[in-house]
């Protein structure tokens, strides 16, 4: 299982497995305050605590979507409490729903609403609690980067943001050439004087960029460190683990084939097949009543057809025709040809801007998927003349095209815009983080994240 940016690092896991516990205990307590010592006997915990958990997995689902696990998004107390209101409030109406159809999944009458209040209190409580914690124990590694390319910069910027979710902290760099402009973080030295650096600053783990220090590190002194307990690691491989995509400046032919991962077995791809028609069928029979929605609308608002028909180009370099909900104008490329399609493009109709926010105009490709021509998650199909230009001008892009295309992809879900051949280097790196981590247990985080898009609604 890959080590995801945004998947679980100790003080996240802490967070969550403490919350449930929090959930869990509160509905317990409220019972007990709304219905009595009965509440507590063995005979009714024994149906109280499974109900119990079901809030609990609901209230968390809430709070996932509501992103209250970024640590990065919830730094403002006003706002945590905020996004814990919200989030509570949506965990209500779903449990509303659930006691509607299944009643006799209630815990009793009015416990709920005791238990809310107790949530609320408990969980903002722990929250404060875990910001002070996070603050007072300090960072758990002290980190100094060797080399000042732009990947280096890159990652000591997102170790900086995610500094309390990951206990980590850049003491600073360490360069024959860069200088304390523009690098955020101070130079310490050259790249001879590292074994002093690391003395003086107290590091714990040195990140080498190969690219920068190739032929430039005391390899013997750095030896003697690494035998005294320094620990050294190599700027992909951090940057790989703590970013969840693959530099592509610093990637190497070696990288790919010498590499654990980028590894498919037939029995691997069999699952995911089974997975991809399991729930393309089932997307279908549910979404169909939507879909007809959806096209009536866009013929109505619209002139031209409901439906969009495009080649793309699939695995392995082959053409299909993807199909989607029109969202432009039926001539939005009669007189340009094949272009970009931009942030708040003017040829998007008010529907189909809509659909895009949505993911609704994505629907009919539940159907290619079903016939094989897509997967669920992989990276994105783009247009046959896009790929000529972009495989000219990036290096490894034609490497994205070894697996099916995607509905939805690691890379949508963690860079959700591209107009430009910047944003498509940005996408194919973590297009390749994917094809390096490939598995079923990946999709379904993926569809996870996915989901969490739509509902924040940061369509493009």
């Known amino acids: 299982m890959p080590i995801l940016p945004t998947a679980l690092t100790w003080r996240p896991a802490l967070l969550i497995a403490f919350e449930s516990v929090l959930i869990v205990s509160s509905l317990l307590t409220a019972a007990r305050l709304w219905l009595g010592e009965g509440a507590w006997s063995p005979d009714a915990l024994a149906t109280t605590w499974p109900k119990a958990v079901l809030v609990a997995v609901v209230c968390q689902m809430s709070l996932y979507y509501a992103e209250l696990y970024d640590l990065r998004v919830v730094a403002d107390r006003r706002e945590l409490i905020v996004r814990v209101l919200q989030a509570l409030g949506a965990a209500s109406l779903v449990l509303a729903l659930t006691y509607y159809i299944l009643p006799a999944l209630i815990i009793g009458r009015g416990v709920f609403l005791v ?24 960072p758990a590694e002290r980190l100094l ?3 000042g390319s732009h990947a280096a910069r890159e990652l000591a910027l997102e170790l900086a943001q995610r500094r309390k979710e990951l206990g980590v902290e850049i003491v600073g760099f360490a360069d024959n050439e860069a200088t304390t402009e523009g690098m955020g973080f101070p130079v310490l030295g050259r790249v001879d004087e590292i074994p002093q650096i690391v003395r003086d600053q107290r590091v714990e783990r040195v990140v080498v960029s190969l690219v920068d220090a190739r032929g430039k590190l005391p390899m013997e002194r750095l030896l003697d460190m690494k035998l005294d307990g320094v620990r050294f690691d190599h ?3 951090v940057y790989e683990q703590y970013t969840g995509k693959i530099a592509v400046e610093n990637l190497r032919p070696s990288y790919l084939i010498f590499n654990e991962g980028f590894r498919t077995s037939r029995l691997q791809l069999f699952f995911k097949r089974v997975f991809d028609v399991m729930l393309a ?11 007809l929605v959806v096209g009536v609308a866009i013929r109505l608002t619209s002139p031209g057809p409901a439906l969009y028909h495009q080649v793309r180009v699939g695995q392995n370099g082959r053409l299909f025709t993807v199909h989607k909900f029109r969202s ?25 801007l809509f659909c895009r926010k949505t993911r609704l105009d994505e629907l009919p490709q539940l159907w290619n998927v079903l016939v094989g021509d897509m997967s669920f998650v992989g990276p994105r199909p783009e247009r046959p003349e896009f790929v000529d230009q972009l495989s000219d001008q990036i290096p490894f892009y034609r490497q994205r095209h070894v697996v099916k295309r995607g509905v939805t992809g690691w890379a949508q ?18 297009d390749l983080f994917y094809i390096k981590h490939l598995s079923v247990a990946f999709d379904v985080f993926v569809l996870f994240k996915t989901v969490q898009t739509v509902v924040l609604r940061r369509g493009t």
């Open 413 to 430: 879900v963690m860079y959700t815009y591209g107009a430009s051949v910047e944003d498509a280097v940005e996408k194919l790196q973590y």
């Open 328 to 352: 432009m104008r039926q001539d939005a490329e009669a007189a340009s040809g094949a272009v970009w399609a931009q942030k708040n493009d003017p040829r998007v109709t008010a529907v189909g």
């Open 145 to 147: 980067v060797v080399g």
């Open 115 to 138: 238990a809310s209040m107790l949530v609320v209190i408990t969980v903002a409580g722990w929250r404060f609690a875990f910001e002070w914690l996070s603050v007072a124990v300090g």
């Open 281 to 291: 069928i089932f997307g279908l029979l549910i979404a169909w009543p939507i879909m």
């Open 235 to 237: 700027l992909s491989a």
